[in-house]
């Protein structure tokens, strides 16, 4: 008797999921190369009951982040570079590890590398010559780094099989998993100097998603006091 | 009341199925046990019938088309119309109308439970490198920086049966005319909030009522048992 009680628990685990994404997505909206989150739901097992199949309740499925392009905001600073099309600036992080980001806000650290606003260096790493003006560094669409004049480097932008895959390890990097599949060189993405891509959270939909989230998690948690009711009524048959 | 139950569990997995892309709601409609022909054993003079309660006669899932949501995600598809993907499961041939897309890490096209979603050979789909620019035109064709990589199976399903993970079974025939794949777009749950909580408060209603009966024959049998007891 009781799976109807599990199913709208179920349902309230799932809702909450989508809030929690959602609440995630908001708190980014000012967040450089921010990607909102795509959250799945699919039903769960049917059992009959009675002879009638009864499902028990849904559950949420992380299908990685959205794919659509911020708008880009123009700021002037030579170090801010966005990606123009699909891909990944690719960096190292303080553990070793390489992973992917599309906030291309640089700054240039105490040895004159080029890293991210949280330190992690440029794979392969850039580093300006000592001396270097960082305002006179220009950075071509195919990501040739020129520093008075002289080629530097080459920043790479890097993509992936499944960009669903890849695993948010924070501070707006992601790493490539199996599921994601291993960086290999973008396709057909240019870089674009002295702008910065926005956060793609539209406010919006992702307040509508929120409160259709709520209205949702409300309706379960009623299910649930109805449920409950049901089990009062047939304790009450014996008195 | 168990009818109810039933009922009541049915309306629980819907609304908490609110927000899962191309579910669909069951409902369950109710018939009487057959009834009986009480007669005195000794005159063989007929009383009158006596029904045995209800069962439930049959769960029809409602397939009405669910409102298509746009997303702007170019793995998100809408089918607008009564087809359904078709996706390869570990037992065989599943049906869906989930198109909440992925892709595996080989470029599989796989639904979101990671199932691999065929074409009209029943093959799986390759998109490997065009994740982020999939066309998809509505009549399932799929292209990415201008080759066709693959077409969609769109089939129809005559008495569709759900499985779970979206999926349904049943038996599959040709694509129905007039089923178009929206990209950019999910078909949202068809349940209807208001119309599941009416469901819900009725069905309450109900099974109350039922309890209440069942109170009375039992204080019927008690009274019938205490005044039998008094006479002796």
Same mark, same amino acid.
């Given at each position: 008797?009781?799976?109807?009680?599990?199913?709208?628990?179920?349902?309230?685990?799932?809702?909450?999921?989508?809030?929690? !994404?959602?609440?995630?997505?908001?708190? *980014?909206?000012?967040?450089?190369? $921010?990607?909102?989150?795509?959250?799945?739901f699919?039903?769960?097992?049917?059992?009959?009951?009675?002879?009638?199949?009864? +499902?028990?309740?849904?559950?949420?499925?992380?299908?990685?982040?959205?794919?659509?392009?911020?708008?880009?905001?123009?700021?002037? *600073?030579?170090?801010?570079?966005?990606?123009?099309?699909?891909?990944?600036?690719?960096?190292?992080?303080?553990?070793?590890?390489?992973?992917?980001?599309? *906030?291309?806000?640089?700054?240039?650290?105490?040895?004159?590398?080029?890293?991210?606003?949280?330190?992690?260096?440029?794979?392969?790493?850039?580093?300006?010559?000592?001396?270097?003006?960082?305002?006179?560094?220009?950075?071509?669409?195919?990501?040739?780094?020129?520093?008075?004049?002289?080629?530097?480097?080459?920043?790479?932008?890097?993509?992936?099989?499944?960009?669903?895959? @890849?695993?948010?390890?924070? *501070?707006?990097?992601?790493?490539?998993?199996?599921?994601?599949?291993?960086?290999?060189? !973008?396709?057909?993405?240019?870089?674009?100097?002295?702008?910065?891509?926005?956060?793609?959270?539209?406010?919006?939909?992702?307040?509508t998603d929120?409160?259709e989230?709520?209205?949702g998690?409300?309706?379960?948690?009623?299910?649930?006091?109805?449920?409950?009711? @049901?089990?009062?009524?047939?304790?009450?048959?014996?008195? | 009341? @168990?009818?109810?139950?039933?009922?009541?569990?049915?309306?629980?997995?819907?609304?908490?199925n609110a927000s899962t892309p191309g579910y669909k709601?069951?409902?369950?409609?109710?018939? #009487?046990?057959?009834? &009986?022909?009480?007669?005195?054993?000794? #005159?063989?003079?007929?009383?009158?019938? &006596?029904?045995?309660?209800?069962?439930?006669?049959?769960?029809?899932?409602?397939?009405s088309q669910g409102p298509v949501k746009q997303t702007?995600?170019?793995?998100d598809?809408a089918?607008?119309?009564?087809?359904? &993907?078709?996706?390869?499961?570990?037992?065989?041939?599943?049906?869906?109308r989930d198109g909440q897309? !992925?892709?595996?890490?080989?470029?599989?096209?796989?639904?979101?439970?990671?199932?691999?979603?065929?074409?009209?050979?029943?093959?799986?789909?390759?998109?490997?490198?065009?994740?982020?620019?999939?066309?998809?035109?509505?009549?399932? #064709?799929?292209?990415?920086?201008?080759?066709?990589?693959?077409?969609?199976?769109?089939?129809?399903? #005559?008495?569709?049966?759900?499985? +779970?993970?979206?999926?349904?079974?049943?038996?599959?025939?040709?694509?129905? !005319?007039?089923?178009?794949?929206?990209?950019?777009a999910l078909e949202s749950s068809d349940i209807d909030a208001?119309?599941?909580?009416?469901?819900?408060?009725?069905?309450?209603?109900? $099974?109350?009522?039922?309890?209440?009966?069942?109170?009375?024959?039992?204080?019927?049998?008690?009274?019938?048992?205490?005044?039998? +007891?008094?006479?002796?």
């Open positions: 008797m009781p799976e109807g009680i599990y199913a709208a628990a179920a349902g309230m685990a799932a809702q909450q999921a989508q809030l929690d !994404a959602v609440s995630n997505d908001i708190a *980014n909206v000012n967040t450089a190369g $921010y990607k909102s989150e795509r959250l799945g699919h039903d769960l097992v049917y059992q009959a009951e009675m002879g009638a199949p009864v +499902g028990a309740g849904a559950a949420p499925i992380d299908l990685g982040r959205t794919t659509a392009a911020g708008s880009l905001n123009d700021t002037g *600073n030579p170090l801010d570079v966005a990606i123009v099309g699909a891909g990944y600036f690719q960096v190292k992080r303080a553990d070793g590890t390489t992973a992917l980001t599309r *906030n291309g806000q640089f700054q240039v650290d105490g040895n004159g590398s080029i890293v991210t606003q949280t330190g992690e260096r440029l794979v392969p790493p850039i580093t300006l010559p000592k001396g270097t003006d960082p305002s006179t560094v220009t950075i071509a669409s195919d990501g040739q780094v020129t520093a008075g004049g002289a080629a530097i480097g080459k920043i790479s932008i890097v993509d992936v099989t499944n960009p669903g895959g @890849l695993l948010s390890v924070g *501070n707006n990097l992601f790493a490539a998993t199996a599921s994601s599949g291993a960086p290999a060189a !973008a396709r057909g993405s240019t870089l674009q100097q002295g702008a910065i891509e926005s956060s793609n959270v539209d406010l919006a939909s992702a307040m929120m409160i989230a709520q209205r998690f409300q309706f379960a948690s009623r299910m649930i006091a109805t449920q409950s009711q @049901l089990l009062d009524d047939a304790n009450q048959l014996v008195r | 009341m @168990l009818t109810e139950l039933v009922r009541q569990d049915q309306l629980a997995n819907d609304l908490a709601t069951d409902r369950s409609a109710q018939s #009487t046990f057959g009834e &009986l022909l009480l007669s005195n054993s000794a #005159t063989a003079q007929p009383i009158g019938s &006596l029904g045995l309660g209800v069962q439930i006669a049959e769960t029809k899932t409602d397939m702007g995600e170019p793995l598809v089918l607008q119309g009564p087809g359904f &993907l078709v996706v390869k499961t570990a037992t065989g041939t599943a049906y869906t897309l !992925a892709v595996d890490a080989n470029g599989g096209l796989m639904t979101s439970t990671g199932l691999p979603v065929l074409d009209a050979q029943g093959a799986p789909i390759n998109v490997a490198g065009h994740a982020s620019d999939l066309q998809i035109a509505p009549d399932g #064709t799929i292209r990415g920086g201008g080759k066709t990589l693959g077409k969609l199976a769109i089939a129809s399903l #005559t008495t569709p049966s759900k499985l +779970g993970d979206n999926l349904f079974t049943g038996t599959a025939g040709a694509a129905p !005319a007039g089923t178009t794949v929206q990209q950019g208001a119309r599941v909580m009416v469901d819900m408060i009725t069905s309450l209603r109900a $099974y109350e009522s039922s309890q209440r009966v069942i109170h009375s024959i039992d204080e019927t049998l008690s009274r019938g048992i205490d005044s039998a +007891g008094g006479m002796s």
